[in-house]
T-cell receptor, first 109, second 113 residues
Framework: GQNIDQPTEMTATEGAIVQINCTYQ??????LFWYQQHAGEAPTFLSY??LDGLEEKGRFSSFLSRSKGYSYLLLKELQMKDSASYLC??????????WGAGTKLIIKP | NAGVTQTPKFRILKIGQSMTLQCAQD?????MYWYRQDPGMGLKLIYY???????DKGEVPNGYNVSRSTTEDFPLRLELAAPSQTSVYFC????????????FGNGTRLTVT
């Protein structure tokens, strides 16, 4: 079967750095997305990785290792507004999106 | 561009009633999706479409139907609503390129009582 694992919940302090991990076992791989979802709102696109390595976008970076079936989202200089759920999604060999259950990130002052 | 537009935003249905959730996108995207999201849970795919006239079941299609007569519109029909269908419904679309991200509508919050 296809599976994506993310921690259910993480807590971090304002101004700090947090890394949210995502491991996947899918039938094939054609890319990985990270989305942010604030409570009561729709998911919004953060990043896309298809090749190994780090993609940086301002305070957010996303890393991919295809050989390990592993990705992480790195959030720097945390702000209270970063409190949200972070969803990992993989495109499989049939170009279907497989979603993780999401990681709820709680930021404390 | 409006992106992905969903209506209504909220709806309360009685058990056994039917309704259609509307979804329209103005980005000329081929791929469109309907997801449901229960509180504290991830997204579950109900139906999807790869283009006008083509629809396919996702992982939780029972109790729902869809149609895709145009590229822009992808309505979701609930027949004989049940309390188990209480959820937040998201419509999304994406382009055909491999790295094209999903664009989500704002969601429809449905309660069946």
């Amino acid at each position: 079967g296809q599976n994506i694992d993310q921690p259910t919940e993480m807590t971090a302090t304002e101004g700090a750095i947090v890394q949210i991990n995502c491991t996947y076992q899918t039938s094939g791989f054609n890319g990985l997305f990270w989305y942010q979802q604030h409570a009561g709102e729709a998911p919004t696109f953060l990043s896309y990785n298809v090749l190994d390595g780090l993609e940086e976008k301002g305070r957010f970076s996303s890393f991919l290792s295809r050989s390990k079936g592993y990705s992480y989202l790195l959030l720097k200089e945390l702000q209270m507004k970063d409190s949200a759920s972070y969803l990992c999604a993989v495109i499989d060999s049939n170009y279907q999106l497989i979603w993780g259950a999401g990681t709820k990130l709680i930021i404390k002052p | 561009n409006a992106g992905v537009t969903q209506t209504p935003k909220f709806r309360i249905l009685k058990i056994g009633q039917s309704m259609t959730l509307q979804c329209a996108q103005d980005m000329n995207h081929n791929y469109m999706y309907w997801y449901r999201q229960d509180p504290g849970m991830g997204l579950k795919l109900i139906y999807y479409s790869v283009g006008a006239g083509i629809t396919d079941k996702g992982e939780v299609p029972n109790g729902y139907n869809v149609s895709r007569s145009t590229t822009e519109d992808f309505p979701l029909r609930l027949e004989l609503a049940a309390p188990s269908q209480t959820s937040v419904y998201f419509c999304a679309s994406r382009g055909a390129e491999g790295g094209s991200p999903l664009h989500f509508g704002n969601g429809t919050r449905l309660t069946v009582t």
